[in-house]
C-alpha cells in the first residue's frame, strides 16, 4: 500500500514539474505566444466595440460634417459680417458645406492612422517572431514613450498659449493626440515585455474618445481658417458673386462710402440701385455688397425681396469654385431633373426657344432679321404662391411676386439674348410667358419638371 501512494505521489510530481517548466522548443513558444495573442485580439475588438457602443460611426460622422461645415459656414460669413442664423441654413446645408474642404484633413488623418498601425503591427510581430532582442525592443518603447510625453507636453503648452510665440493652431490639436497615442503604445509593449497583462479594455477606450476630441477640435480650426481663406478670396474678385440691379418706390438707404458707393438713380419716384453683388438670399431678404466692397469699412444690406419693384441678376463674370460663395437657396427649389423638348415660336425677325430643364426655364432668343431690334419683352407669370426669380445678362426685369416683365435690350442681328427663371417655393406651379417683338407676340406654356 505504501509502493502504490508514492509511485502516485512521484507521479503528481513529474506531472507537475511538467507543467511548470518553460517550454523551450519552437513549437511550444509559438503556442504559449499564440495564446497571449488571443486576449490581445480580444481585447482591441472590445475596445472598438465600447467605442462603438458610444458613439456610432454613422453619428461620428455625421457629426463631424455637420461641425466642421457650421464652423466653415460661419467664418465665411462672419468675415463680411453676416450671422449664419439670419440666412437659415439647414443640416442639410452645413454637411454639403463640409464635403469639399474636408476631404484633405480626412486624408491626412486616415494616412496617420494607417502608419500608427503599421508600426504597432510591425513592433508587435517582432516580439512574437524574436526577430529583435527585448532589449532593443525596450529601447524602441523607451524612444517611444518619451517622444509621446514630449509631443504631449508641447501640444498641451500651445494650447493654453503659454509659449510667447505665435504657434500654428494644429500643433495644440494634433500633437497632443499623436502623444497620448504614442504613450499608450509604448506602455503597451512594456508592458507585454514584462510578461504582464497589455492596456484594459477601459484604457484603450479613454485613449480613443481623447483623440477623437482632439481631431473635432482640429477639424474645427481649420474648418474656420478655410472658410476665413475662402471669404477673402472670394473679397478680392466679387464679380463671383451675381451683380444686382434693383428699383423700388422709395429709398433704400443703400449707400457706401468712399469708392465703394452704391449708385441710386431716381427718375420720378424710383430708385434704382446699381453696383451692388448678391452674397446670399433666404426667405425673403437679399444680403447685398457694395461692388468695391472692403474688409476695413464695408457695409452689408439686408434688403426685402418685397421692397424692389424691380429686380435683375447679371450672371457672374465667372463659375463660382467649390464652395467659396455663402449664396444660400435652401428654400428655393433647386435646378435639377431631364430636360423637356423646347418650344420653339417664331415672333417677327425672333426666334424664342423656350425650354425647361427641372425647375428652370430658359428662354433664347435670336434677331434672325438684318437689323437690330428694339422693343423686345418678356412677360410671365407663375401660379401662387411660387416668387419668381429671373437671371439676365442683358435686361432688365420687374418682378411682383409671381409676375415679371423683361425689358431686353436691343439685340444686333445674328445675335441672341437669355434669360433664366426659377422660383421659390413648393411645388410645381404652372407658368405662362408672352414673348412680344416688333408688334408680334407669342404664347408659351413651359412646364416644370421634378
Known sequence: METRLAAVSELGLR????????????????????????????????????????????????????????????????????????????????????????????????????????????????????????????????????????????????????????????????????????IAHAVDQRERLRGEPPLSTAARVFVALFVAVCLFWAAGLYAETVGRDQAAALARNLDELPAVTLSSSSDLGLDAPGKQKVVDRVAGKTHTYTGLRLLAVNDGTMWLLPQAWKPSAGRLFAVPEAAATGLAFTPAAKQLTGSASAINFSNMTSVEGSSNPPEIHHVGPLKATVGTEGKLIDVYLQNRGKRTLSGIEVAGSLAKPAQAMVTAKSAFCRITGGRFLCKVDPVASGHHAELDVTYQGRGLPKAKLTVSAGGASSVFRPAFSG
Open 15 to 182: 506531472r507537475s514539474s511538467a507543467y511548470d517548466r518553460p517550454v523551450d522548443d519552437a513549437h511550444g513558444r509559438g503556442a504559449v505566444e499564440h495564446t497571449a495573442e488571443a486576449p490581445t485580439s480580444v481585447r482591441y475588438g472590445q475596445a472598438l466595440q465600447g467605442v462603438s457602443a458610444i458613439i456610432a460611426p454613422a453619428t461620428l460622422l455625421t457629426g463631424i460634417a455637420f461641425y466642421f461645415g457650421w464652423q466653415r459656414v460661419r467664418a465665411f460669413d462672419e468675415y463680411f459680417g453676416l450671422n449664419p442664423g439670419a440666412v437659415g441654413y439647414s443640416t442639410r446645408d452645413y454637411v454639403l458645406n463640409s464635403l469639399n474642404a474636408l476631404f484633405l484633413p480626412v486624408v491626412v488623418i486616415l494616412v496617420g492612422l494607417i502608419a500608427f498601425a503599421l508600426g504597432h503591427a510591425y513592433v508587435t510581430d517582432a516580439q512574437r517572431t524574436g526577430r529583435r532582442s527585448p532589449a532593443t525592443l525596450h529601447r524602441l518603447s523607451a524612444a517611444a514613450l518619451v517622444f509621446g510625453a514630449l509631443l504631449l507636453l508641447v501640444g498641451g503648452l500651445a494650447a493654453f498659449t503659454v509659449f510667447p510665440f505665435h504657434t500654428p493652431y494644429l500643433i495644440a490639436t494634433l500633437l497632443p493626440a499623436a502623444g497620448v497615442l504614442l
